[in-house]
T-cell receptor, first 116, second 113 residues
């Protein structure tokens, strides 16, 4: 089946630094990728929709200057948490939709971000 | 506003018991998906229901989609400790660049041996 690789799986950083998370579709081209945030024992909250070659669409309440999304190719989207603070600590998950008309979503394995 | 109301939010039962998780909405979805997620991992798709009134079975799991395509349920028979996890329902809408998947709040299931 289709595979979405997310890297790193876990990152610990100091407050004020920036962290980049990568999401790659390994065996298909993804015209659309989604970024979610998840707090412990809670559901996934959609942060933004990333379309290849265009600006990401952010959900209400998500700071686009804080969470920079780049989808420069059909197999890679990146989420950069800029000037991270402890309240940004969370589990971030990406997902990708193949550009085949089949709207099935494939999820990455997530990135646990801890900001000290 | 939460488009998908999932209940119960937490459920702790003994091995062998049955349970049902509900997912309700005032909106119509083109399809509804159920996922299971373990800590530190991404969600894994269990099933997609598309047709109103549809029933799908996956071993001891039975999934139903309401006639109006606004609600769904997941029933687990004779639960086992391996069923422990976070169960998420998600509704699909739109297509192409307008595709959106909205998640319910999730049900954290613990099955005690």
């Amino acid at each position: 089946g289709a595979v979405v690789s997310q890297h790193p799986s876990r990152v610990i950083c100091k407050s004020g630094t920036s962290v980049k998370i990568e999401c790659r579709s390994l065996d298909f081209q993804a015209t659309t990728m989604f970024w979610y945030r998840q707090f412990p024992k809670q559901s996934l909250m959609l942060m933004a929709t990333s379309n290849e070659g265009s600006k990401a669409t952010y959900e209400q309440g998500v700071e686009k200057d804080k969470f920079l999304i780049n989808h420069a190719s059909l197999t890679l989207s990146t989420l950069t948490v800029t000037s991270a603070h402890p309240e940004d600590s969370s589990f971030y998950i990406c997902s990708a939709v193949p550009g085949t008309g089949d709207e099935k979503l494939f999820f990455g394995s997530g990135t646990q971000l801890s900001v000290l | 506003t939460q488009l998908l109301e999932q209940s119960p939010q937490f459920l702790s039962i003994q091995e062998g018991e049955n349970l049902t998780v509900y997912c309700n909405s005032s909106s119509v979805f083109s399809s509804l998906q159920w996922y299971r997620q373990e800590p530190g991992e991404g969600p894994v798709l269990l099933v997609t229901v598309v047709t109103g009134g549809e029933v799908k079975k996956l071993k001891r799991l039975t999934f139903q989609f309401g006639d109006a395509r606004k609600d769904s349920s997941l029933h687990i028979t004779a639960a086992q400790p391996g069923d422990t996890g976070l169960y998420l329902c998600a509704g699909e809408r739109g297509g192409g660049s307008n595709y959106k998947l909205t998640f319910g709040k999730g049900t954290l299931l613990t099955v005690n041996p």
